[in-house]
């Protein structure tokens, strides 16, 4: 999906494999992803790299 990465300052999308460079200040950072049809996450940064999991919205959730 198209993901978008959130921090308090900044914004940029994923590309078509999913990855994404971002450069933030320090560790410690909050990145929230948010994409269409998938829970909003939030993942602290704590190293260089990192990895966030996107879950699928309950149906009930989705809008129609």
Known sequence: PDVRIETDN????????GQFSLAVP???VTLRFVASGY??????????ELEGRLR????????V
């Open 39 to 48: 829970l909003d996450t939030t993942v602290a940064v704590e190293s260089s």
């Open 10 to 17: 900044d914004s940029i999308n994923t590309n078509a494999d």
């Open 56 to 63: 699928r919205q309950p149906l009930e959730a989705r809008s």
């Open 26 to 28: 320090t560790y410690g």
